[in-house]
């Protein structure tokens, strides 16, 4: 056991508190990260043993950076507060690249969007 899967386990736990029960599901959240404990994974030595393959999954699993993580969660809000603003994704994109510092769109993403023409 790795000394980090707490530091991920309880990060999935505070994900799974952060988000509208329904709007952003941990399954996705978790399958997100999955893509760069991939490439942590495939790192490591092969092995045809199932025990060492499950261990070598959870530790990359487990050595995804926290830093990582709340980045991911960070933009996470705020495309699904675009989604509750009603927003499409292009609109959605182009706000959350705009407001990449908020943890939210302000009260007038909409006319702002207006004002920019993008639909």
């Not at 505070?14 to 760069?36: E, T």
């Not at 045809?48 to 393959?53: A, C, I």
Request: aromatic share 12%; no cysteine.
């Amino acid at each position: 056991m790795s000394k980090s899967e707490p530091k991920l386990a309880s990060f999935l736990r505070y994900s799974a508190n952060s988000f509208d029960s329904g709007s952003f599901p941990v399954s996705r959240l978790a399958f997100s990260l999955w893509g760069y404990a991939k490439r942590l994974y495939r790192l490591k030595p092969e092995s045809s043993k199932e025990d060492k393959l499950e261990e070598n999954t959870l530790d990359a699993l487990a050595n995804v950076p926290l830093i990582f993580m709340r980045k991911y969660v960070t933009r996470a809000h705020r495309f699904g507060d675009g989604y509750l603003r009603g927003l499409t994704g292009t609109q959605a994109a182009w706000a959350a690249k705009r407001f990449h510092g908020h943890r939210v769109f302000p009260e007038s993403i909409l006319e702002m969007l207006d004002k920019e023409g993008i639909v």
